[in-house]
C-alpha cells in the first residue's frame, strides 16, 4: 500500500473477516511510505492480532513490496493484495480449494470492479466487459477456465519464491510474472468462487493515468515474452497510430481526410453502440460510457505507442517472429 486510507480500512476488514481459521493466516502489511494515515489505520489493525505485522517498504512499488513479503512469509500458501482491493468472505477458502484440486501454479478469481460516484459507476462497469477490456477474461469470467493471468493470484510459496516479481516493472509486473509461469509450462485458473473486487479510479484523469502505464509498461512484457502476446494488446496503439497517421496526412490528401473521419464516427459510433448494451437497466451510465471506453482504448493504444519508443532498444528480430508466429496462431485457432 501507499497512501490508501480512502480503501484501507475496507480492505484489511475484507482481510480480518474471511472464515479461514485465523491461527492460520499471516498477513504482512507493506506500506510504500505513505504520507497520509495509512500507515496509523493499518497499525490498528495490526495491534495486538498474532500473526500481523506492518513492514516497510522503502522502493515503495508493488513490486518490491510483494517480494519483501514473500521472503518472509512461513505459510505453504501464498497470496497478494492490494489496498484498493477486498475480499469476499469465502475468498481464501476457495483459493486454497482450487490451488489443490486442480494443481495449478497460480489461482484468482475474476475482480469485481466497483466505485460509489457515477463516474466511477460507468469506469467499473466499462473494465468489467470485453468491449472496455477485450479478452482479458479474468476481469468478467463466469465460469472456472484457465486464464493468461488472474488478479491478485494465489500460489504454493516455492512457485512465487522460483518466480519472483520483476522490480523493473511499475506496472504489469503481476501479468509478467504470469507468462514466466505460462512460458514454463505452468497452468493459472480463474475460478469465480474466490470473490474480490477493486475500487476503480473516479476520474478520467486518474483512469487516463492508469491505463497509459498499463500500455507503456506492457511494451516490456511483450518483449520478454513474445509468445504470450494476445491480439486484443495490439488493436488499441493500431487504432491510435492509424488516427494519429491520418490526422497527420489529411490535410494533404482528400480520400485520407475522409477515410480518418469515417473510422473516427465508426468508433464514436461503436462507443454509443456499446454504451447502450451494457448500460441496460442502469440508464444513467449511457452518457458517461462512451468517453470512459475512449480513455481506455486511447490511453493503452497511446501508452503502448510510447512504451515502443522508450524500449525500442529492447526489440529483436527473434522476438519480433515469435510475436507474428504466436499471433497467427492464436487466429487459426
Not at 3 to 24: F, I, K, M, T, W
Not at 128 to 134: D, E, N, Q
Request: aromatic share 8%.
Amino acid at each position: 500500500m501507499r497512501n490508501e486510507d480512502e480503501y484501507l480500512d475496507r480492505c484489511l476488514a475484507s482481510v480480518l473477516g474471511q472464515d479461514y481459521p485465523a491461527d492460520r493466516l499471516e498477513v504482512l502489511i507493506y506500506d510504500g511510505l505513505s504520507t497520509d494515515r495509512s500507515r496509523e489505520i493499518a497499525g490498528e489493525f495490526v495491534a495486538g492480532r498474532a500473526g500481523w505485522a506492518l513492514c516497510e517498504n522503502p522502493a515503495r512499488i508493488q513490486a518490491a513490496a510483494w517480494n519483501l513479503g514473500i521472503e518472509r512469509a512461513t505459510g505453504e500458501i501464498v497470496g497478494i493484495m492490494s489496498g484498493h482491493a477486498s475480499l469476499g468472505p469465502k475468498y481464501l477458502t476457495a483459493a486454497v480449494e482450487t490451488l489443490e484440486r486442480t494443481g495449478a501454479e497460480m489461482v484468482g478469481g475474476p475482480v469485481r470492479a466497483e466505485s460509489t460516484s457515477p463516474l466511477g459507476a460507468a469506469i467499473a462497469l466499462a473494465m468489467s466487459t470485453p468491449y472496455g477490456v477485450g479478452g482479458a477474461r479474468f476481469r468478467y469470467t463466469a465460469r472456472e477456465e484457465e486464464v493468461d493471468t488472474v488478479f491478485m493470484g494465489v500460489c504454493r510459496r516455492e512457485t512465487y519464491q522460483r518466480f519472483r516479481f520483476s522490480e523493473e516493472m511499475v506496472r504489469n509486473q503481476d501479468d509478467e510474472l504470469s507468462y514466466r509461469i505460462l512460458d514454463a509450462g505452468g497452468r493459472i485458473v480463474c475460478n469465480p468462487r474466490i470473490e474480490s473486487s477493486y475500487q476503480v479510479r473516479t476520474s478520467l484523469r486518474g483512469l487516463w493515468h492508469q491505463y497509459f502505464q498499463y500500455g507503456f509498461w506492457k511494451v516490456r512484457v511483450m518483449q520478454e515474452h513474445p509468445a504470450q502476446v494476445r491480439p486484443r494488446q495490439l488493436v488499441p496503439p493500431a487504432f491510435v497510430g492509424a488516427l494519429s497517421a491520418g490526422l497527420l496526412l489529411a490535410p494533404m490528401s482528400t480520400r485520407v481526410r475522409r477515410a480518418t473521419a469515417a473510422g473516427t464516427g465508426a468508433y464514436a459510433a461503436a462507443n454509443v453502440i456499446a454504451a447502450a448494451w451494457v448500460s441496460r437497466g442502469r440508464g444513467g451510465l449511457l452518457v458517461l460510457l462512451p468517453p470512459v471506453f475512449a480513455t481506455l482504448h486511447v490511453a493503452y493504444g497511446v501508452g503502448v505507442l510510447a512504451g515502443m519508443v522508450r524500449f525500442r532498444a529492447g526489440w529483436s528480430r527473434s522476438s519480433l517472429e515469435t510475436i507474428v508466429r504466436s499471433l497467427i496462431g492464436r487466429a487459426r485457432h
